[in-house]
């Protein structure tokens, strides 16, 4: 019979990039920027809470209407959340993977230590975890509501904005999560750029400055929402 | 001078290694770091002990061989290897910590040698061009842009001592391969090989359990002949060029 077997066939090409260190850098460059494209969304969205709930709460509406009538209420949603979930776990899984074998390649340390490398840089696995748990906590606070704090209100995020900001423990949750984020950012950003091959020493200054950049108008961003709220800005 | 050494050692492979310390007396600011080791090891072979075991071949500093991780830094404090390392950059009663380089696909044989072989099997897989023997090719047959043919000498200059890897907090070995892939892949004479080996010499690293990249930058302020990071943005161009042409 000439049935065609799979063994004995050469990998295929995306296992194999799958299998490369280099490929996987790729994943978790590719899918960190798709994370951080909807970061950048996600701060621009936050930061209409300056001009008040109808126009804050509207925007959260739109984001369940928007592509109607083609799409039904809340596709279009769902379909950015698929989206980012497939990116978390890419991310996830690359970095866990690779942090593995680096561990594994360097079995014995030196005797002699000495601090290496920038703070962003070697924050980047603990910074990460630190974000992913900061997501769970994040969507149970203000996108299910299980863990929000007072009356969660569907369809008030103006009002449940306000009410995790006046806890304590929400701020400082906060504050932490967005620390990481520009740090994570500082590095990921510049290191997306090496992985995907557009790093050079003429570039490598604007590179750098660009992520930097990039990474303090998103923390800012994010950080003047709660610090709006704990001085009666917004309230 | 008088230095104190507290040098790693270890009898061989399988054995367990610690530190040992050994002071030496009378060594001169103008001595290389090598020549501090002889000192020490004529004291310990007068002594009757074993002499510390070391790499090293051309003590001028294009071998690549003398490999020691010299208060945890490869090569130690300054921009150089080893061998080319002086004695006045330390001070009189200075500590200095002497340690192999750390990587899983390096082995320690004994004492500061570790085998590096890893690396050679990284070049067999792909750092060479195909070309026909014979008498030396006339040199203006094949014409290199002055650009190119600067890139390939700079990371030409990579002396294959593995520093990058003892430095790296991942060991990992990416700026060695992207020394050898970059220089041959600009060169025309490269050009036949280009994807087959970005593709195999990434592969063969990957291979010999080196640890992936970080961009710590670790490897190029350790590289003693300044192999500059972003070559390896270059090679991952080079690596995602040559995958998108396999698959396609
Ligand atoms: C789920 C939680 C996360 C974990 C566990 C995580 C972990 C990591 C790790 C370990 C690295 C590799 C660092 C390195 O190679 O130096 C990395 C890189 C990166 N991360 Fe994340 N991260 C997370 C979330 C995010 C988010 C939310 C973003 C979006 C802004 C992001 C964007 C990036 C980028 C762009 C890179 C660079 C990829 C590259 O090196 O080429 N990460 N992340
Ligand atoms: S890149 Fe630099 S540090 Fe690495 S092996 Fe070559 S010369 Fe040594
Ligand atoms: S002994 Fe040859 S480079 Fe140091």
């Known amino acids: ?235 | 001078m008088r230095l104190t050494l507290r040098v790693w050692r270890q009898r061989d492979a399988g054995a367990e290694g610690a530190m040992a310390t050994y002071t030496v007396d009378g060594a001169l600011p103008d001595m290389s770091f090598l020549e501090l080791l002889d000192t020490l090891n004529e004291d310990l072979l007068l002594r009757g002990e074993d002499p510390v075991a070391f790499d090293h071949d051309c003590r001028e500093g294009i071998c690549g061989a003398c490999s020691m991780v010299i208060n945890g830094e490869p090569h130690g404090p300054e921009r150089t290897t080893a061998c080319q390392l002086h004695l006045r950059s330390f001070r009189d009663g200075d500590t200095i910590d002497v340690e192999p380089w750390r990587a899983a696909a390096f082995p320690v044989v004994r004492d500061l040698v570790v085998d590096r072989s890893a690396l050679d099997r990284i070049i067999q897989a792909g750092g060479y061009i195909s070309v026909p023997t014979g008498s030396a090719p006339e040199a203006h047959a094949t014409p290199v842009a002055k650009p190119d043919a600067d890139r390939a000498f700079e990371h030409a200059e990579c002396i294959g001592c593995g520093a990058c890897v003892a430095a790296c907090p991942n060991g990992s070995a990416m700026l060695f391969t992207s020394a050898k892939v970059n220089h041959l892949n600009v060169l025309p004479q490269g050009a036949p090989e280009r994807e087959t080996r970005v593709l195999g010499m990434v592969a063969a690293m990957d291979e010999e359990g080196f640890g992936g990249c970080t961009l710590a930058g670790e490897c190029a302020t350790a590289c003693p002949k300044g192999i500059p990071l972003p070559s390896i943005a270059a090679m991952n161009r080079e690596w995602l060029r040559a995958a998108r042409r396999t698959a396609g």
């Open chain 1, 1 to 235: 019979m000439a049935l065609v077997t799979k063994a004995g066939r050469p990998p295929s090409a995306l296992r194999a990039a799958w299998r490369s260190t280099i490929g996987k850098k790729t994943v978790m460059a590719v899918s960190g920027l798709v994370m951080l494209g909807f970061l950048v969304a996600h701060v621009a969205g936050n930061l209409k809470v300056f001009f008040g709930s109808e126009e804050f709460n509207a925007y959260g509406h739109w984001l369940r209407t928007v592509g109607a009538p083609v799409l039904h209420h809340g596709w279009a949603l769902w379909a950015l959340r698929l989206v980012l979930l497939a990116a978390v776990a890419a991310h996830g899984v690359s970095a866990y993977q690779l942090s593995r074998r680096a561990a594994r390649a360097r079995p014995t340390g030196y005797v002699h230590r000495r601090a290496r490398t920038g703070y962003a840089t070697r924050t980047m696995r603990w910074g990460g975890v630190i974000l992913l748990l900061f997501l769970v906590w994040h969507i149970l606070d203000l996108t299910t509501g299980t863990a929000h704090p007072g009356g969660f209100e569907q369809g008030r995020p103006y009002q449940n904005v306000v009410d995790t900001f006046s806890t304590w423990y929400g701020n400082a949750v906060y504050l932490l999560a967005m620390g990481a984020v520009g740090l994570h950012v500082r590095h990921g950003l510049w290191s997306a750029a090496q992985t995907l091959g557009a790093g050079s020493p003429a570039r490598d200054r604007a590179l750098r400055a660009a992520a930097d950049a990039t990474a303090l108008v998103l923390t800012a961003g994010f950080v003047s929402v709660p610090v709006a709220v704990m001085t009666g800005v917004v309230s």
